[in-house]
Nanobody, 122 residues
Framework: VQLQAYGGGLVQAGGSLRLSCAGPGRTFSSYAMGWFRQAPGKEREFVAGITWAGTGTNYASSVRGRFTISRDNAKNTVYLQMNNLKPEDTAVYYC????????????????WGQGTQVTVSS
């Protein structure tokens, strides 16, 4: 499964960005999808995940209330709307796929996309 993430960039603190990740149509809708991030010098961490049907979500406490994950299975795309961005959100963001949301939360996805850089200036 090849995942293509895009939408990163440079934004000021308090601003917003929307990340997108597209996957192959034949399998995308059967996977839970999620976003992870890795800041310089830190381990990769789970950010948000969504079930294959879009009926359940899970967020890291550091982003809950500011980030929203959603998906459009007709477009084979998952989104991460990031609002009220903070400098500590600066990282490379990766999308990922797994059979179940719980697997994503545990940090063990089956597939990874390439990263997209998000930089938040203070």
């Amino acid at each position: 499964v090849q995942l293509q993430a895009y939408g990163g960039g440079l934004v000021q603190a308090g601003g917003s960005l929307r990340l997108s990740c597209a996957g192959p149509g034949r399998t995308f809708s059967s996977y839970a999808m999620g976003w992870f991030r890795q800041a310089p010098g830190k381990e990769r961490e789970f950010v948000a995940g969504i079930t294959w049907a879009g009926t359940g979500t899970n967020y890291a406490s550091s982003v809950r209330g500011r980030f929203t994950i959603s998906r459009d299975n007709a477009k084979n795309t998952v989104y991460l709307q990031m609002n009220n961005l903070k400098p500590e959100d600066t990282a490379v963001y990766y999308c990922a796929a797994a059979p179940r949301l719980s697997t994503l939360v545990q940090g063990e996805p089956d597939y990874w996309g390439q990263g997209t850089q998000v930089t938040v200036s203070s």
